[in-house]
């Protein structure tokens, strides 16, 4: 169901140059954030789509400098694509009728549109080995190509967005405060989360180089190609800024390794695939590889685990707050999520000697000395 009624979404669209008569329009996705439609269109009695997205301000509090990276960003790929005929593309920004590249509505909302992908699918768990393989060397490849983006460093669009130790801090607040009375219903989740508080720990920013990095690399975030399963581009650009690329490679893993989605209800069906993870380790050393520098590749193994571990606190901190941030279908939704995310930490701390052997395996092979 659309939050905003049909005449809205119909005026916004107006705001855009989108070639072609007015059709019809959807809403699109699952994202937890923003709000997404599908928009089509009639030129010359063939079907041109559109993906109108809302930014949402209130977790995005600088949506005019997160267009401008996203306007950077996807100029810069576009052009490298281009020049050398990449098997890659970029999502690309429709301009409004006065020439810019977001739309403000007369109730604050920032609105966008870009060109729909024809031809790619997502998935929300690989399936099978190639989507997987395929969605890491897409990331490697996105991380890689922006790497020498020119111009000043991008927005920060969420400040400390991977900063496990200030996540670990903010979820502290959450237990003590208990603001809903809610701890009672995730006792168990709370030891388990203090228990592991030392993975808060492991990957600093002040260690690792900077990069332009994605910062939400879900499987269902890059385009495998519909007939050849090849990755395609890579989609949801609102969290690109500078970071480190151990979370990148860290979430994929976590998301397209883990047997189950971020909502299952039956945590039998919740366990890390080590299978998922070297073929993820093997795609994303072929296109990142020559980039990264050695303590990059040294904790490799280790950024799964630092991930899962924060977005579970993420979610479990949420739950105790009230469902603020993350978009939730019932009132425990938050709670079972944060159960799959610690049930995922558990299997991949028993895989850790066999992840890291993993990495050492193929980054001997991948990557050259």
Not at 119 to 133: C, H, I, M, T
Not at 134 to 159: H, K, M, Y
Not at 348 to 364: A, C, F, G, P, T
Request: aromatic fraction near 10%.
């Amino acid at each position: 169901m659309s939050f905003f009624s049909d005449s809205h979404i119909i005026e916004v669209a107006e705001q855009f140059l989108l070639v072609g008569s007015y059709e019809s329009f959807e809403v699109h996705g699952n994202g937890n954030v923003n709000d997404t439609y599908l928009l089509k269109y009639i030129s010359k009695g063939n079907l041109k789509r559109y993906t109108l997205q809302r930014i949402n301000h209130v977790i995005f509090k600088d949506p005019r400098g997160l267009m401008e990276n996203f306007y950077r960003v996807t100029e810069h790929l576009q052009k490298k694509f281009e020049n050398s005929n990449s098997e890659f593309q970029s999502l690309s920004l429709v301009r409004t009728i006065d020439q810019r590249f977001f739309h403000v509505d007369k109730d604050g909302n920032f609105w966008r549109v870009t060109k729909f992908i024809d031809g790619g699918r997502s998935f929300d768990v690989p399936k099978d080995l190639n989507q997987a393989y395929q969605a890491a060397r897409s990331f490697g490849d996105f991380q890689f190509q922006l790497n020498d983006l020119p111009g000043e460093s991008l927005v920060e669009t969420i400040p400390d967005f991977h900063n496990t130790k200030l996540r670990f801090e903010d979820f502290c607040g959450s237990v003590k405060r208990d603001s809903q009375q809610r701890l009672i219903l995730a006792s168990d989740l709370v030891d388990f989360a203090f228990s592991r508080e030392k993975l808060s720990n492991l990957i600093s920013s002040t260690e690792l180089p900077i990069r332009i990095v994605h910062n939400d690399t879900k499987l269902n975030n890059v385009l495998l190609h519909k007939t050849t399963g090849n990755g395609m581009c890579v989609v949801d650009l609102d969290t690109v800024m500078p970071g480190c690329v151990l979370h990148d490679f860290g979430d994929l893993v976590r998301t397209a390794a883990c047997s189950a989605t971020e909502d299952e209800i039956d945590l039998s069906k919740v366990f890390f695939k080590s299978d998922t993870f070297e073929v993820i380790t093997e795609g994303y050393l072929e296109t990142a590889g020559q980039m990264l520098v050695k303590k990059e590749i040294e904790h490799l193994a280790i950024s799964p685990l630092v991930i899962t571990y924060e977005l579970g606190l993420r979610f479990l901190s949420d739950f105790l707050e009230g469902d603020i941030y993350f978009k939730t279908k019932y009132s425990d939704h938050n709670l079972d999520r944060a159960k799959v995310q610690f049930r995922l930490l558990a299997s991949m701390e028993d895989q850790l000697v066999e992840m890291k052997e993993i990495v050492r395996k193929i980054s001997s092979l991948k990557v050259k000395a």
